[in-house]
C-alpha cells in the first residue's frame, strides 16, 4: 500500500517559514549564516530551518556543526541529497522532494521572479499544495492575505554608491 505526500506536515513547514523572517532565509546552502543565535543573524534554507525546529527534529533531522550538511538520526547521509531526504519525511516522490526542496533554479519562476527566496519557496509549496486540492480555505486566506514580495529593503541598511 503506497502512502501519499502529508499534506498536513507540509502545511506545518510552510506555517514555520512563514515565521522566519524574509533576511534569515536564502536558498543558497543549508546555512549560509551562523548567528549569535537562530534568532540573530542566522541565515538558512527552508530545509535548514527545519532541521533545526523541535517539530522536524523528533523525525531525525539536523545540521551537522558547521550546517553544510543535512543529517538523519544524527548521521551524515552522503548519498542522500536534501531533497531525498525530505521526500522520505514528507513522502514525497523524488520529483515532488526536488521541486520543492531542491536548488531555486528548479523552481517554476526562478531567478527572474522578482520574489525574495522566502516567498519563491512559499509560492512552489503553494502551488503543489492548490494542484492536490489541499489549499482549505482557512489556508488559502492567510496565503492570500500575504504579499508575494519581499519586504522593502530597510533604509540603514542601504549602501550609497
Known amino acids: 500500500m503506497e502512502m501519499g505526500p502529508d499534506f498536513a506536515l507540509l502545511k506545518d ?21 551562523k548567528g549569535d543565535s537562530l534568532e540573530h543573524g542566522t541565515v538558512c534554507s527552508p530545509v535548514g530551518w527545519l532541521a533545526q525546529h523541535p517539530d522536524f527534529m523528533r523525525f531525525g533531522l539536523s545540521l551537522n556543526e558547521d550546517g553544510s550538511e543535512l543529517l538523519l538520526h544524527g548521521k551524515p547521509t552522503m548519498e542522500d541529497s536534501p531533497a ?42 503553494r502551488d503543489y499544495l492548490k494542484a492536490h486540492g489541499q489549499l482549505d480555505p482557512e489556508f488559502e486566506e492567510r496565503l492570500e492575505t500575504r504579499g508575494p514580495f519581499a519586504d522593502p529593503a530597510n533604509p540603514s541598511e542601504l549602501r550609497t554608491l
Do not use: C, H
Not at 513547514?13 to 549564516?33: C, M, N, V, W
Not at 531555486?104 to 527566496?117: C, F, H, K, P
Open 13 to 33: 513547514a510552510y506555517a514555520i517559514i512563514d515565521g522566519i523572517p524574509e533576511t534569515a532565509i536564502s536558498l543558497d546552502k543549508l546555512r549560509s549564516a
Open 84 to 125: 531525498y531526504i525530505m521526500a522520505r519525511i514528507f513522502g514525497l516522490s523524488p520529483v515532488d522532494a526536488n521541486q520543492l526542496f531542491g536548488d531555486r533554479d528548479t523552481y517554476t519562476l526562478g531567478d527572474d521572479s522578482g520574489l525574495s527566496d522566502k516567498r519563491l519557496w512559499q509560492r512552489e509549496l
